[in-house]
């Protein structure tokens, strides 16, 4: 059966709707309705209007998703690229991305079985919680136990094919209720001459055998996908489709290899790299979808509507159309020859001569009429639905009769049979035989004209008198013409070799598939209006709709939107609703609604969001939302309608007596509601009459001044206002102490900034003599070390915090010049215990320069060889610093007081400022020292640290 291709009204998703890339890989609906898509930018999730997109940047571990498996409502497992496994729960608002704890050991166990770069194409959940991964491009599959454990399962040798040299199994493993296939690559023992290229086993040990070319693939040989319908397996093995039931195997050669098969209950769909072929139970296919596109998933969602995912443009989406099934007696579904309406009944004729009567609605018992091949106008004064056939029933003369059925008695001619006519005259029914091959249709043209199709030309039949008929040929001698329509001027004639020719305005045009038609062979044609027609054929039906400047469009329906034969043998269009008979029994379907227009998914109306007062508050379906009064309600609501989601408007009222109020795009916002129970009615809408509501309890509090709350409020502002005056007391108090604090460290920054003028002037006058007595480049390498002392001050002092390595730096320079002035005099010695690096370590700038400095002048007062030991050690909560010299000899009276110098009081300032409320006077001691060999002055302070 040839394959025919045909644009569908799919709604294409792109990156320009907001879809993160073109390439998808896998797709599901949630329980909300919503869409998920995996592409190799990331996943994202779509409701009809917007895409929430997830990616690395927003917590999704990976870009690249290949595929989603379902394993719950609230858990879906994503898989991908880098061969990890994550799962989430997509009903949740902040959605969270959870590594699978087995990921790393399935990569091991795939690496260790040369699989390391294998597609899972599945993942089955068995009922003791454990789980089998099948591959696309591997044999055999993994099995993962409850406990985590990871084996290989009939895996066999994974080696490339090469022709000539392996032989590959398709078969069946059997874990509880599921039968899962594997594939498994042997070599033979024998030479292959004689042998088969593949052998299929099916779960039910029946084996076939196929000679093939099957290495030529553009990937690794597998098997792509398989169901299970009843007792039928459907199988999937690159270009091959496999049906397997218990008493055989069939198969039938797709165009392309598979990626993806889909059940459906007409037809089964195979994503392939060409396109989707729809193909009927029986493998025989019926017609494409997205020629040349890559189709590698297919998802059928809640309400029936059709998704392909394509590796190059996106997301197609193609609404289910609602073409419901009359359901006949005894199974008497197959091969209907004609279907009629008449005044309140239904009336269907079967090829085995059976007639069968409804009431229009399907209401009461089903009357059916043995040995009637054909159904006519003509009429007794009996009462029941007999009286539709009346004498012609079981009547020989009028056995395989076409005939007229209308509710008015206006047709002459209502009947034919080979080439004789029956007319309805004066006298009763007339049966004229004329000279005209086999009539195939008849169409009335006006009072005393009508036409007529036969295998061998279109015939004019004339009324010369009201029993009298002449006939003459007129057009297309030789050519076999199988129905006829005539409306408004226009004839419409269906061949069986040229599609439809369309009459109009003496200019004779044919409109066949090369413009969208299904087929050539037209067995009916059922005019709609002045500008549309529909077209029967074996391959399906044709809405042909014309518009303005000669443009036209052609709409099909076929099994895979709901018919349930192809092979069409009639149409009959009444009010709107056409009904089909085919080869497999009655549907019919509202003809306006063909192309899924004003389609909105019910039962996927949801609140969204919802805040009070600005304020967030989770929303639970059924229970009364509790407001107080004078609140204000906002809403974002949400209808899932993928066919036509930029058309939905919104509406709300409180209750039945207020007036509707649009709402702008999909928020509501209600406010001022009154006290009691209320009830939030909130309706989308796609068009008059085509809405879906959605109500929401309300429970309104009683006004705030006469709550106990009220009261309790006052109390509180009381006591505020006595916290009020406390804190602005308070505030006063602290504000001074702040304007005292920044006046001290003012002065603090001040004080650092200085040297001792003392040690600047002798160090200009040691330079003076150094240029005198030791030369120029001397005095040059002396001053050039003074001026790098003098810029380091003004840089620390505009500094509060430096390295500690950047003060030592400047205390050993420091001390090197005050050497060379003083003719190096004195010995100059640091003993570091820190923890940290010293350039790890924050530290006050120019703070140990001061103690330095006091020691030199102890020092160097009395003693010929200066000694100074700077001792520096940290400690968990502070750090201890201990200047030593051995300064002058005489130790003070005990009744003298020793007074510190204006130097060190201002160092004692800033430590206390540092320390802050961990500060104590011992923080910063100065004294006279006695040991066994030695004395002198020491300097001891403690510094906190700083977090």
């Given at each position: 059966?040839?394959?025919?291709?045909?644009?569908?009204?799919?709604?294409?998703?792109?990156?320009?709707?907001?879809?993160?890339?073109?390439?998808?890989?896998?797709?599901?609906?949630?329980?909300?309705?919503?869409?998920w898509f995996s592409t190799n930018m990331g996943i994202t999730r779509f409701d009809g209007r917007h895409f929430v997109t997830y990616n690395t940047v927003?917590?999704?571990?990976?870009?690249?998703?290949?595929?989603?498996?379902?394993?719950?409502?609230?858990?879906?497992?994503?898989?991908?690229?880098?061969?990890?496994?994550?799962?989430?729960?997509?009903?949740?608002?902040n959605v969270r991305f959870i590594k699978h704890p087995v990921s790393d050991t399935l990569l091991s166990v795939m690496q260790s079985t040369s699989i390391a770069r294998a597609y899972i194409r599945h993942v089955y959940f068995l009922e003791d919680h454990s789980?089998?991964?099948?591959?696309?491009?591997?044999?055999?599959f993994i099995h993962i136990d409850q406990a985590g454990g990871v084996r290989a399962v009939n895996t066999g040798d994974h080696t490339r094919f090469v022709e000539g040299d392996y032989m590959m199994y398709v078969e069946f493993e059997s874990f509880g209720a599921h039968k899962i296939p594997a594939t498994r690559f042997d070599k033979p023992d024998v030479p292959k001459n004689g042998q088969k290229d593949l052998i299929v086993r099916s779960p039910y040990g029946k084996e076939l055998a196929l000679s093939t070319a099957l290495y030529n693939f553009n990937f690794q040989f597998g098997i792509a996908d398989h169901f299970f319908e009843g007792d039928t397996c459907f199988l999937a093995l690159g270009k091959y489709l496999f049906k397997m039931t218990p008493h055989e195997i069939s198969y039938r050669e797709l165009p392309a290899e598979c990626l993806k098969l889909q059940g459906r209950k007409n037809d089964l769909l195979a994503g392939t790299f060409k396109g989707c072929f729809a193909v009927d139970r029986n493998l025989e296919t019926c017609h494409t979808l997205l020629k040349d596109y890559t189709v590698d998933n297919i998802c059928i969602d809640h309400e029936g509507g059709l998704w392909l995912s394509t590796l190059q443009q996106g997301v197609f989406y193609y609404p289910a159309q609602e073409i419901r099934q009359v359901e006949l007696p005894d199974s008497q579904s197959i091969s209907v020859r004609r279907v009629e309406r008449y005044q309140n009944k239904l009336i269907v004729l079967n090829i085995e001569r059976t007639a069968n009567i409804f009431a229009a609605d399907f209401s009461g018992a089903v009357i059916t009429m043995p040995d009637i091949s054909y159904c006519g106008y003509y009429q007794t004064k009996q009462a029941g639905c007999e009286s539709y056939f009346g004498k012609l029933a079981g009547s020989n003369e009028y056995r395989n009769t076409y005939w007229y059925l209308n509710e008015k008695n206006t047709k002459r001619i209502i009947g034919w049979s080979g080439n004789s006519v029956y007319v309805n005259g004066k006298n009763g029914l007339v049966s004229h035989l004329l000279e005209i091959p086999r009539i195939n249709d008849v169409a009335e043209i006006n009072d005393s004209v009508s036409l007529a199709a036969t295998v061998s030309g279109i015939y004019e039949i004339r009324h010369s008198a009201d029993t009298i008929l002449e006939s003459q040929f007129i057009n297309g001698r030789g050519r076999n013409f199988n129905a006829l329509a005539y409306q408004n001027?226009?004839?419409?004639?269906?061949?069986?070799?040229?599609?439809?020719?369309?009459?109009?305005?003496?200019?004779?045009?044919?409109?066949?598939?090369?413009?969208?038609?299904?087929?050539d062979y037209i067995l009916e044609i059922e005019p709609a209006a002045d500008s549309t027609f529909w077209v029967a054929s074996s391959?399906?039906?044709?809405?042909?709709?014309?518009?303005?400047?000669?443009?036209?469009?052609?709409?099909?329906?076929?099994?895979?939107?709901?018919l349930t034969s192809n092979e069409i043998t009639m149409l009959s269009l009444y009010n709107d609703t056409l009904w089909v008979a085919g080869k497999k029994g009655v549907c019919f379907f509202n003809q306006n609604n063909i192309s899924g227009k004003d389609k909105m998914n019910s039962g996927y109306f949801y609140v969204d969001s919802l805040s009070v007062n600005n304020t967030p508050r989770s929303f639970a379906e059924n229970l009364p939302v509790q407001l107080d009064y004078f609140d204000n309600l906002d809403l974002y609501v949400t209808q899932v309608a993928f066919a036509n989601s930029k058309n939905i408007s919104y509406r709300y009222r409180i209750s039945e007596e207020d007036d509707w109020q649009v709402c702008e795009d999909n928020h509501v916002s209600v406010n001022g509601i009154t006290q009691g129970e209320h009830r939030?009615?909130?309706?989308?809408?796609?068009?008059?009459?085509?809405?879906?509501?959605?109500?929401?309890?309300l429970v309104v509090g009683k006004p705030f001044w006469l709550r106990l709350e009220f009261y309790l409020l006052l109390l509180l502002i009381l006591l505020a206002l006595g916290w009020v005056v406390y804190r602005v007391v308070l505030k006063r108090v602290q504000k001074k102490k702040d304007a005292e604090y920044e006046r001290v460290k003012l002065e603090m920054s001040s004080l650092v900034s200085q040297m001792n003028p003392h040690f600047t002037f002798n160090t200009i006058n040691s330079i003076q003599s150094y240029i005198i007595n030791h030369g120029t480049r001397d005095a040059v390498i002396y001053l050039s070390d003074f001026a790098m002392l003098i810029r380091k001050t003004l840089?620390?002092?505009?500094?509060?915090?430096?390295?500690?390595?950047?003060?030592?730096?400047?205390?050993?320079?420091?001390?090197?010049?005050?050497?060379?002035?003083?003719?190096?005099?004195?010995?100059?010695k640091e003993n570091l215990n820190l923890v940290c690096a010293a350039a790890e370590i924050k530290w006050p700038p120019l703070l140990l320069q001061p103690l330095v400095e006091n020691s030199i002048v102890h020092a160097l007062s009395k003693v010929d060889s200066g000694k100074i030991e700077l001792q520096l050690t940290e400690y968990k909560t502070h750090y201890a610093v201990v200047v030593k010299d051995n300064g002058k000899q005489d130790k003070p009276a005990a009744s003298k007081k020793i007074k510190s110098s204006v130097g060190l009081e201002i160092l004692r300032d800033r430590i206390r400022l540092h320390n802050g409320a961990s500060y104590a006077e011992s923080d910063l001691e100065y004294g006279f020292y006695e040991s066994d060999d030695t004395s002198g002055w020491i300097t001891q302070i403690k510094l906190y640290k700083k977090a």
């Open positions: 059966m040839p394959v025919h291709c045909q644009h569908l009204y799919f709604r294409n998703f792109t990156p320009d709707d907001g879809l993160p890339a073109s390439e998808v890989h896998g797709m599901f609906q949630d329980k909300r309705g919503r869409m927003n917590g999704l571990p990976e870009n690249c998703i290949l595929n989603f498996f379902v394993e719950s409502p609230d858990k879906v497992w994503m898989y991908a690229e880098s061969h990890a496994l994550f799962f989430f729960n997509p009903l949740t608002e789980y089998i991964l099948t591959f696309l491009t591997s044999p055999g001027g226009v004839l419409l004639i269906g061949s069986d070799d040229k599609g439809v020719y369309i009459f109009k305005d003496d200019r004779l045009v044919s409109f066949g598939t090369e413009r969208g038609l299904l087929s391959e399906g039906i044709n809405q042909v709709v014309f518009g303005k400047n000669g443009r036209y469009r052609v709409d099909m329906v076929t099994i895979s939107h709901g939030l009615e909130i309706q989308a809408m796609a068009g008059p009459g085509n809405y879906t509501a959605l109500c929401i309890p840089d620390y002092s505009r500094a509060e915090y430096i390295a500690l390595d950047e003060e030592l730096r400047f205390i050993n320079l420091y001390v090197a010049l005050e050497n060379k002035r003083f003719r190096h005099t004195f010995e100059f």
